[in-house]
């Protein structure tokens, strides 16, 4: 099945600081998604984006669905310790409930 | 909030065990997915089911399968359990359009 291309695989930053991601596909999507997940648990639905172009924010967390259709990013403002997870993006690319998912990024904050 | 919940959050079986992990969800959602998680390969879809007695293929279908008597219920069989399915087994839910509601994840290992 395809694979969304999510990048940094991994991200070790200090507390305070500002972290990017973002995913790319060959295909256009319908919607992007992007979840969390804690160790040991499943992931949790963070921002769900619906349009090209949409920029949508939740708390500290902003994500964008971009224009092509094809890729979307997650911006995490002023890191805390408590964001430390894997990060995944998804996409569906019709009207179906199937998702694409991306490899996720693990992000260590150091206090 | 949509609950999903899987049965187990840890399980030991010994290999060449028939192994039964159990999924219901509580909000009436037609599709459920049956994934696996393992370190640096994502998510990979097992198995769905978008109805009762409904059941498609995933990406990685081989030495599982599925039962979905009940709107509510989705099983995860694994016929003949063996070491190389020791992972991370996540269910989720979603009504058309929407993101995937994941359960707390169950653990399996195979000695």
């Known amino acids: 099945g395809q694979q969304l291309n999510q990048s940094p695989q991994s991200m070790f930053i200090q507390e305070g600081e500002d972290v990017s991601m973002n995913c790319t596909s060959s295909?256009?999507?319908?919607?992007w998604l992007w979840y969390k997940q804690d160790p040991g648990e499943g992931p949790v639905l963070l921002i769900a984006?619906?349009?090209?172009?949409e920029l949508t924010s939740n708390g500290r967390l902003t994500a964008q669905f971009g224009i092509t259709r094809k890729d979307s990013f997650l911006n995490i403002s002023a890191s805390i310790p408590s964001d430390v997870g894997i990060y995944f993006c998804?996409?569906?690319?019709?009207?179906?409930?199937?998702?694409?998912f991306g490899e996720g990024t693990q992000l260590t904050v150091n206090p | 909030d949509v609950k999903v919940t899987q049965s187990s959050r840890y399980l030991v079986k010994r290999t060449g065990e028939k192994v039964f992990l159990e999924c219901v969800q509580d909000?009436?959602?037609?599709?459920m997915f049956w994934y696996r998680q393992d370190p640096g390969l994502g998510l990979r879809l097992i198995y769905f089911?978008?109805?009762?007695?409904?059941?498609e293929k995933g990406d990685i279908p081989e030495g599982y399968s599925v039962s979905r008597e009940k709107k509510e219920r989705f099983s995860l069989i694994l016929e003949s359990a063996s070491t190389n399915q020791t992972s991370m087994y996540l269910c989720?839910?979603?009504?058309?359009?929407?993101?995937?509601?994941f359960g707390s994840g169950t653990r399996l290992t195979v000695v």
């Open positions: 909000m009436d959602h037609e599709n």
């Open positions: 984006l619906y349009k090209a172009g």
């Open positions: 998804a996409g569906r690319e019709t009207s179906g409930s199937r998702l694409t």
């Open positions: 089911s978008y109805d009762v007695k409904m059941k």
């Open positions: 295909s256009i999507f319908n919607t």
């Open positions: 989720a839910s979603v009504t058309v359009g929407y993101g995937y509601t």
